[in-house]
């Protein structure tokens, strides 16, 4: 393999957390990446590996992955975002200089009628509807469009006003 091609798939993989560089010599992080690739390209299986140890130690390693994602991922983020909402009354926070007064909150939930959901219905002092994204990407037209369509349905279903809305974005890269 060509050498520049190579520095290239190592920089990947040193961007991606897949590997580290420590005293001039690369390591892998994750020990089933390894093992993968010494099959994978060189052949090798490596005999009662991995051991007990290490298949508790993988397990717990993912299984703390996996509950850190399901918080801030889709569901997870959406919750936080009503429990937050939940703890308006009626304060006034300021933003870039302006003002945006709290509303004093009734209830918070998500609200689906048919093919319409909305990530957060929040009734009060006034009603606001909250669209939680967890991507890679900012909000577009598009989704501020959709968003303003679910506004129209959530009014016309609710016989209400809504009187704010808000996307909430927590970008990943």
């Not at 090798?44 to 590996?49: F, S």
């Not at 200089?97 to 609200?111: F, G, M, Q, Y």
């Not at 303003?148 to 209400?160: D, F, M, R």
Request: proline share 2%.
């Amino acid at each position: 393999m060509d050498t520049a091609v190579a520095a290239v798939y190592i920089a990947r993989l040193l961007h991606t957390d897949l590997i580290f560089k420590k005293d001039h010599k690369y390591h892998f992080k994750d020990s089933v990446f390894r093992c993968w690739i010494l099959y994978t390209f060189e052949g090798i299986v490596l005999d009662n590996y991995p051991n007990h140890t290490i298949i508790e130690e993988l397990v717990g390693e993912y299984r703390e992955k996996f509950e850190s994602a399901a918080v801030e991922s889709g569901p997870g983020f959406e919750a936080r975002v009503r429990e937050l909402l939940r703890l308006f009354d009626g304060q006034e926070v300021v933003i870039s200089n302006a003002a945006i007064e709290l509303p004093s909150v009734v209830s918070v939930e998500p609200w689906i009628f048919g093919e319409t959901e909305v990530d957060v219905f929040a009734r009060g002092s006034s009603n606001w509807l909250v669209e939680c994204k967890y991507r890679r990407r900012q909000a577009t037209v598009k989704d501020l469009q959709k968003l303003l369509e679910k506004k129209k349905t959530v009014e016309k279903k609710e016989g209400i006003k809504i009187d704010n809305l808000w996307t909430i974005r927590q970008v990943v890269r």
